[in-house]
């Protein structure tokens, strides 16, 4: 009895310690989360201010080369500025959004800038500047209070969740809502990229959410015994889906998984990278292998780039018999170099998948078409999407100029009206 109790007292002193262990790292993580989400805070903060002087700005200007510089500054910044909110713990509504006001200053941007048409730029940009102007100060006053929050984690993850009901972002989400409405009223073909953005194309049966576990412990068999919370999107969102959180160690992350057919959209984990690294064929390998694990296999690889501790591949829907590459419809993955572990997947063009038109494909004489001095090295059929959002079949050409610097370009040509839609030196 005496070396009962003396194993179950050592029992319960090594549970203590291991659980004080566990609490620890835990706070580790929730700490190193918070900040980011602050710093990502600040940033976003930062850029507003930043947009709305630019947008400001550009009503100085009739200069086409003043006026093209600025528009080029609103698109980075804008984008910039976008990646800041993807990353921000915001409810779904102000994320949604934002993501989609920001999207359309930034793509009329590069559409008055790239067509030297400034005209409706000028027209539309007064309210917009107003708008953000008024923005700015609403994000302001929200900010202040989000960072009241500050240092307890579990608020900040009540105000993701929508749980603090008065939370001024949600005044903020209004304020977009009408300025998405009346700054960038939906043409046609706009309305169209709507319904496939959310993506009302779906028509799987619903899973449950036992079954999206399921499916997330079968994509990622490795981190399966790791510590894991799902929540539910909210009814109004745009497409219903299973929002997976876990933490595993040094591991923590989020996985997305549409509610009808369990699709998984997105992917991301975080932990420290070795200096070591495996061979470029071993992660390609690993990278197809994982688009079969997942069901997306109509797909092949249109662009690899790497940095120091990480591969990013791109994958690309093929279709039809020439098997063009649908640009629009790829999968972004991201890849550790040290033991070829999935970090990071981006599906959402993928799984809202175009609607091929119609088109007829004209060929070209590319002797007649380019000068004497050009010589033609790759072709390939694609579709992309242009200025309106209208998918188009094109050629596109890889073509070089035979000089002294030898420059290369992409050239995209429309396959039925030969127009050229996108030319850009590559070197």
């Known amino acids: 009895m005496r070396n009962f109790s003396y194993l179950l007292g050592l029992f319960v002193v090594i549970l203590a310690f291991v659980a004080y262990d566990l609490y620890d790292k835990n706070k580790q993580l929730e700490r190193s989360v918070h900040a980011a989400y602050t710093n990502d805070l600040s ?116 105000n993701k969740a929508m749980a603090i009901k008065d939370s001024p972002f949600l005044g903020a989400s209004k304020q977009l809502k009408s300025y998405n409405e009346t700054d960038f009223p939906l043409t046609a073909s706009e309305s169209d990229f709507e319904k496939k953005r959310d993506l009302e194309h779906l028509s799987d049966q619903p899973i449950t959410k036992k079954q999206a576990i399921e499916h997330f412990k079968k994509y990622f068999p490795e981190i399966s015994d790791a510590a894991i919370t799902v929540t539910k999107s909210k009814d109004d969102a745009p497409y219903p889906f299973y929002h997976i959180q876990f933490i595993r160690g040094t591991r923590i992350g989020y996985a997305d998984i549409t509610e009808k057919g369990g699709h998984l959209l997105s992917f991301l984990m975080e932990r420290p990278v070795a200096k070591s690294a495996l061979s470029h064929e071993e992660i390609l390998g690993t990278a197809k292998d994982f688009m079969k694990k997942v069901g997306y296999e109509d797909v092949v690889i249109s662009e690899t780039r790497e940095n120091h501790e990480a591969w990013h591949i791109v994958f690309t829907r093929v279709y039809g018999a020439d098997n063009a590459l649908v640009y629009p419809d790829s999968i972004q993955l991201k890849i550790a170099k040290d033991n070829a572990e999935i970090l990071g997947i981006n599906a959402m063009e993928y799984v809202q998948e175009e609607k091929i038109p119609q088109q007829a494909t004209l060929p070209i004489n590319w002797e007649t078409f380019f000068a004497d001095n050009v010589q033609v090295e790759e072709v390939k059929n694609i579709y992309t999407a242009d200025n309106t959002f209208t998918l188009r079949k094109c050629y596109e050409v890889i073509a070089r100029i035979n000089n002294e610097y030898q420059d290369t370009f992409r050239i995209v040509i429309d396959a039925e009206t030969h127009k050229v839609v996108k030319n850009e030196k590559l070197k």
């Open 43 to 158: 940033t976003a903060t930062e850029k507003l201010s930043l947009l709305h002087r630019s947008v400001s700005q550009s009503l100085l200007y009739q200069d086409e080369q003043a006026l093209t510089t600025e528009l080029d500054n609103i698109w980075r910044i804008s984008s910039e500025l976008r990646k800041s909110v993807a990353n921000l713990p915001l409810q779904d509504e102000v994320q949604t959004e934002w993501m989609r006001y920001l999207g359309r200053i930034g793509n009329s941007a590069k559409m008055a800038a790239d067509s030297g048409d400034f005209t409706e730029w000028q027209s539309k940009m007064g309210t917009v500047s107003s708008n953000l102007n008024a923005f700015a100060e609403e994000w302001n006053v929200a900010t202040v209070s989000f960072y009241e929050n500050d240092g307890d984690f579990r608020k900040w993850s009540a």
